[in-house]
């Protein structure tokens, strides 16, 4: 077989599915620009609020929760958007009393390079 | 090297959303598939030949700085210094760079190294080659980013600590967890447990002086599309001498040396005779025609461009108080108005292919474009 410089054969299997709704409108989520979300089953209720989306491609997206699959049950870890505060976004484990987070991230706004 | 104009495909943006390309288009068009650029084979083994070869320099010019102490050129913390030469000599797994290079009249000449946080990753490994496989699929492409991912991540499993590897990116930005989720992607493909949470959601345990993930699992590989030196200024930067996990960051903390602007008069000093170096040098006034760079910049800011002395082209940003350096001009080739810059990815420690992002001047800033090639 001829030898290529080139990959012969590309399959994905995460991205296309994670990432292709990510675009995508959603009216629902359109309306209004205040959302009250309660993150997780531990967490209080909290009000967040989103006025200047900083990317309408990010704007559909932004409580759209993610987080992974574990023996079979989808485990919520968290929302794509900061619009969610912190102090609620925050996981599913009750013992949390010695976790502190927020500590990295505080350096920009995309790495792009 | 040829610029070709050529005829987007029909619905082209359908085409990349369904690759789960989302931000091909920002304020300005950034996938551009009006035009390829087309490469003889001899042209892309010349690039191939010359990043191999500059990732072996690069390795030599790690190993210098360490030894000869050369950290105060790089501005980074003096506590971090013993950290930093731990992951080099206890080879912390690595998987990938991308040279940043000027290819104009038959030479080929280093302009920067991405070595912690490159990006343009999906676009070169996976966009370009569905677009060829539209175009012409029966050409070749120097691009063989996918199968060199997944083998990398396959072959890195045994360097790694049993368990999850998590990803991580910050939130609010389609690009990075684009990049993110692709790397992802071939890990999963390589076989590896993974899990994403964002930068931003890093937890610290003070009780078990460890990083956690959202459910409170230990961290103990990640991979990090975030650089060092945000790191290490960040509130959680001083935790990682004290994780108890010692976990390991990908890229590892050596890789901010290669990122760092500072590593091209060190190169410079070191191999003078090589090709495909640019004169380099810490102190201004030894150049006629020279760009001043700060040692952190990205995105193309804070740039200038001097030529016999006088201003050519400069560009704003945030950078600068970090320190410079003064790297000879070798001004990006013109194809109508179109600057070309040639990223040259290296994943293992391979050549593994070529993304082009092109200007509309001599500074490749955040907004170029990424223009698809071919080997014709």
Redesign the interface.
Known sequence: MKRTKKTRHIQLMLITAALASCHQPNKEWQNGNRTYVRSDSTAPYSRAYYPHPGSLLLWYYAFRPYGNYYNGYYRRAGYYSDAIRPSSNIGSNGFKSSVVRGGFGRGGFSVSS | MQRIITSPRNNWQKAV???????HT?NVPYWDESAYYQFG?DE?LFIEKATAELWDLCLGAVQHVMDNDLYGKFGIPQEFIPYIERTWTEDHPAIYGRFDLCYKNGQLKLLEF?AD???SL?EA??IQ??W?QDFDKGK????????KLIGYWKYLKNYLYPGMLHFT??????????NT??M??CA??GGLET??????????????LTF?????QPIKNIFK???W???L????GK?ILEDRNKAFWVEPAWKMLLSNKAILPVLWELYPECPYLLPAYFEEGKLTDYVKKPLLS??GANIVLMQNHSLLQQTTGDYGKEGYIFQELFALPEFGGNFPVIGSWVIGQEPA?MGIREANGLITE?TSRFVPHL?G
């Open positions: 959303e369904n690759l789960g390309f989302g931000f920002t084979m892309v991405n946080t490159p990006t999906y490994g996976i080659w569905f060829l070749d492409q120097f691009n063989s980013i996918h199968e990116c910050l939130k609010g930005t389609l690009e990075d967890l684009t989720e692709y992802r992607d999963i493909q899990k994403l949470i964002f930068t931003d959601d890093i937890g610290w345990d003070s009780d078990s956690v993930d959202m459910e409170d599309l975030y650089p030196e945000w790191m200024s960040d509130e959680f935790q990205r995105e292919g955040n080997i």
